[in-house]
């Protein structure tokens, strides 16, 4: 029953920051790990960043680690994800999803994306 909608997305210079938002609706995310995936053009869906239900487990990509923070409020039903020092590269559709504990694999529920664009 959950669904998940993405906000936050946008144009942005290089080497400047967006927050991305992800809210639930239908079902509490409290009991959900939540993903973070992109998809760029000509590319292959890539996970970027995962965090467990109680946000005790985080994962990022090696693309964004160091760049990205991922972090949830569970009573606002909501999962951030904060970028730092974008570069052209980072430029994707980007997506939420409910995910396996552990792995960071998507469960099948799935946002319908935001698109972000880093570009001068």
């Known amino acids: 029953q959950v669904q998940l909608v993405e906000s936050g997305g946008g144009l942005v210079q290089p080497g400047g920051s967006l927050t991305l938002s992800c809210v639930g609706s239908?079902?509490?995310?409290?009991?959900?790990?939540i993903g973070w995936f992109r998809q760029a053009p000509g590319k292959e869906r890539e996970a970027v960043s995962c965090?467990?239900?109680?946000?005790?487990?985080?994962y990022y990509a090696n693309a964004v680690k160091g760049r990205f923070t991922i972090s949830r409020d569970n009573e606002k039903n909501m999962v951030y994800l904060q970028m730092d020092s974008l570069t052209p590269e980072d430029t994707a559709v980007y997506y939420c999803?409910?995910?396996?504990?552990?792995?960071?694999?998507?469960?099948?529920?799935w946002g319908q994306g935001t698109q972000v664009t880093v570009s001068s």
């Open positions: 239908g079902v509490s995310l409290d009991y959900y790990a």
């Open positions: 999803a409910t995910v396996h504990h552990g792995s960071c694999s998507p469960r099948g529920v």
């Open positions: 965090i467990s239900n109680n946000s005790g487990n985080t």
